[in-house]
Nanobody, 115 residues
Framework: QVQLVESGGGLVQPGGSLRLSCAAS????????MAWYRQAPGKQRELVAA???????NYADSMKGRFTISRDNAKNTVTLQMNSLKPEDTAVYYC?????????WGRGTQVTVSS
């Protein structure tokens, strides 16, 4: 059974940093495209950052230069380093795995940016 388990969320002050991790119990992890999404209260879920099976990355415009996504195929993990956090980054952050015909979501981890 596939499981994606996020960790690392919490409360941080504006300008601070957090590092989110996603541990994936999934066969052939390296063949999956991985991503982080987020959903703020009253808003639609949106893409934060994605990393393909070959390591190429893409980011939502508002995250470029502040967030970094990476993966460790040996450990079946994907991380999201978030710097210069803003109150508008407050949301539940979800890990996502995708391969043709297969989509998986984690349960999410709360990130709150507030003074």
């Amino acid at each position: 059974q596939v499981q994606l388990v996020e960790s690392g969320g919490g409360l941080v002050q504006p300008g601070g940093s957090l590092r989110l991790s996603c541990a994936a119990s999934i066969n052939l992890f390296g063949t999956y495209a991985m991503a982080w999404y987020r959903q703020a209260p009253g808003k639609q879920r949106e893409l934060v950052a994605a990393i393909s099976s070959d390591g190429s990355t893409n980011y939502a415009d508002s995250m470029k230069g502040r967030f970094t996504i990476s993966r460790d195929n040996a450990k079946n993990t994907v991380t999201l380093q978030m710097n210069s956090l803003k109150p508008e980054d407050t949301a539940v952050y979800y890990c996502h795995a995708k391969k043709v015909g297969n989509l998986y979501w984690g349960r999410g981890t709360q990130v709150t940016v507030s003074s």
